[in-house]
């Protein structure tokens, strides 16, 4: 894996050698559209005379150098809370404002769009005189525009959270870059969490674990959809009852501390809207930690591999009907059974 970074807002990708062309090439970033240089062959060279690894290498983008993370790996387990809770601080002090920043900038966007967008259509279907068409198209346009909307909003909040030296308005700008691909992304784990719930609820909570960092890997390293789910879980895999612990600690530490903050009048509630923002970026720390960990987790998953997967995730949206169906037909053949008894009895 070389690792491919821009000059101009500091974005950087793992990409495999051998996709990368020999020489002297111009490359444009996905994040900030600008153009740079990168040459393959330096960077081998580079590679090659360096004596030691850096650990940084393997995971950019991250505040990973730390010697928690250091030390987790030499372990290869999972660091103590007492490691991680200063990890998570640090991420807190560093990226925090950045995060909350992003945050309150996309939200205000988009309900000034939404506000926008629903003032002129009601404009619209008013001059046309209710018009079926007018109506229903700016119902479909108002779905897209929703569903883009929302998917721009948690990329550009999940790129203030990942890229490291990013500033609100180039993250506004990933959000767009990812909008599409992270709707589908929620998409895709909303579809296996909601089935895998359905599934008697213990299979819904090993999915969230599994699945829970593909959001980070769709903006740290650009893997998409299906891939990103299963590669979540080969991150996760060996560590889940650690992960899932320490998912759960975060979540009462934030459960806490909106209870508390709810005590607080008028500005209570609003500072619990921003503790969502944090909710991504304290879970950072774990992510970082098993990219340590794994450094090179398998990658590349076959279609029939994401179909079981999807399978999987619908079983549970078939159970209901199947058990609906199932009790009854009981319930028919019962009625049944004692309506014939009924019938021969003198």
């Known amino acids: 894996m070389i690792e491919v ?20 090439r111009t490359v444009t ?9 990168f040459d393959k062959n330096a960077i081998l060279a580079d590679l090659l005379t ?3 690894p850096s650990p940084s290498a393997a995971t950019p983008n991250s505040e990973s150098a730390s010697p928690a993370l250091e030390l987790s790996n030499n372990n290869n387990r999972l660091s103590p809370l007492k490691v991680l809770g200063p990890d998570i601080w640090r991420l807190i002090k560093s990226k925090g404002w950045v ?14 769009g939404g506000t926008l967008f629903t003032a002129a259509t009601a404009a619209l279907i008013d001059v046309s005189g209710n018009s079926a068409l007018v109506t229903g198209s700016a119902i479909v346009l108002g779905i897209i525009l929703c569903c883009y909307a929302l998917g721009w909003w948690l990329a550009a909040v999940m790129c203030a959270v990942v890229v490291d030296e990013i500033t609100v308005t180039t993250a506004l700008a990933g959000g767009r870059t990812y ?4 709707f589908w992304l929620m998409t895709l784990l909303g579809h296996m969490l909601v089935g895998g719930t359905l599934l008697f609820f213990i299979p819904g909570i090993v999915f969230y674990v599994w699945f829970f960092f593909a959001q980070y890997l769709l903006v740290a390293e650009n893997v998409r959809g299906m891939d990103a789910l299963l590669l979540s879980r080969a991150y996760v895999r060996g560590y889940g009852w650690g992960i899932c612990g320490r998912l759960l600690l975060l979540s009462l530490l934030l459960w806490v501390i909106t209870l508390l903050l709810g005590f607080i009048p008028i500005i209570g509630p609003l500072l619990v809207l921003l503790l969502w923002p944090f909710a991504l970026l304290m879970p950072k720390a774990l992510y970082l930690e098993l990219r340590a960990l794994n450094p090179a987790p398998p ?7 994401k179909a079981v997967w999807l399978i999987l995730g619908t ?3 078939l159970l209901i009907p199947a058990a609906l169906f199932w009790g009854g037909t009981a319930l028919i053949e019962h009625l049944s059974t004692g309506f014939i008894q009924l019938n021969i009895m003198p």
């Open 5 to 24: 970074k821009c000059p101009h807002c500091d974005y950087a990708r793992d990409v495999p050698a051998e996709k990368i062309p020999a020489g002297r």
């Open 29 to 37: 970033c996905p994040q900030c559209r600008e153009k740079f240089p």
């Open 50 to 52: 360096a004596s030691i």
């Open 99 to 112: 995060v909350v920043g992003t945050w309150l900038a996309a939200t205000f966007l988009v309900i000034s």
């Open 179 to 182: 909008a599409w691909r992270y």
């Open 299 to 305: 990658r590349e998953f076959s279609r029939s591999v």
């Open 315 to 317: 079983l549970g949206y």
